[in-house]
């Protein structure tokens, strides 16, 4: 799912093409789409677009005369900027909308149509579409605390909980808790300062600066490789790989149809975090620390 870096980049690409323009035609193939039905989407047909805004993870066109649309791209949706009159008729393309200048385009490649967009009138309708989550890059260190220990839950469900922070999902709250040196599974009203500070600490830098490492990759271009997956990132979906700190194997912690990653050494003094299935399934067999995991291992290829 595309996270706050990413949408913000999507976001300025967006305002740099079509601020002060007006969408000529607006076609939606997906069925599912579509979750407003009054207002109509063609109210945003022939208005003029005043700003790209966002919510969360949420991208928010704003036209004028006080009407938005707002769009949730979830987790295979993506945006895709093409000439003025291209063809709009893969089967992957939910919608598309045409400029003068050219054509917006939103594809989903998933069997499960998750992506909504909503068409709403004025700012009070819009406010519906936030879940309230701190807008962590313009936050105090005290604001962030105060999220933080509100619900006494796991650090990564805090992180990616959009009521209590904004913008953060799987991938970007795995970066945070390595570069934090803290478990994903450590309980938030457990925290001492230290730690607090420390979260908070890496938790804006790691926003920051995959914000500005995707602005220096995409130039001034419409952003074409948006994934949840990135060579440079330390931890997230590099299962097995070397720790780029400590050059331990990252661990990771399967559930649903995502995955938890961490590095055991420097998040965990070393130790593994169980794994539900696994643990259930090994039972008194499930391996505690790094080394016992190593030593089942070679034990497995004698």
Request: one cysteine or more; charged letters at 25%.
């Amino acid at each position: 799912m595309p996270e706050l870096p990413d949408i913000t980049l999507y976001c300025e690409a967006l305002e740099r093409r079509l601020v002060g323009s007006a969408f000529e035609s607006l076609t939606i193939r997906g069925p599912s789409l579509l979750k407003t039905v009054d207002p109509p989407p063609s109210l945003c047909v022939g208005r003029r677009i005043t700003s790209i805004e966002r919510i969360g993870k949420r991208i928010v066109f704003a036209f004028e005369g006080e009407v938005f649309s707002v769009l949730h791209l979830m987790i295979a949706g993506r945006l895709h900027w093409k000439k003025p009159g291209a063809a709009t008729g893969a089967r992957n393309v939910l919608g598309a909308w045409s400029l003068r200048d050219g054509t917006l385009l939103l594809t989903e490649a998933s069997a499960k149509k998750r992506a909504s967009l909503w068409i709403v009138a004025g700012r009070d309708a819009l406010g519906e579409h936030d879940p309230g989550g701190l807008e962590l890059l313009g936050a105090s260190a005290q604001q962030f605390r105060e999220r933080l220990v509100a619900e006494n839950h796991t650090l990564k469900r805090t992180l990616t909980d959009p009521h209590l922070f904004s913008g953060i999902g799987n991938a970007y709250s795995d970066e945070i808790l390595h570069r934090a040196r803290l478990s994903p599974l450590l309980l938030t009203q457990k925290l001492d300062e230290e730690r607090i500070g420390r979260l908070f600490t890496a938790t804006t830098a790691v926003l920051n600066e995959w914000i500005g490492r995707l602005r220096a990759q995409n130039g001034e271009g419409f952003p074409a490789h948006v994934t949840a997956f990135r060579p440079e990132m330390a931890v997230h979906g590099r299962f097995g790989k070397p720790c780029p700190v400590c050059a331990s194997a990252v661990q990771r912690i399967a559930y649903a149809d995502s995955e938890t990653n961490y590095c055991a050494v420097c998040q965990n003094e070393g130790r593994l975090l169980s794994d539900r299935s696994l643990a259930r399934l090994m039972r008194d067999d499930w391996p505690r620390t790094l080394a016992e995991l190593e030593e089942k291992r070679r034990s497995s290829r004698r």
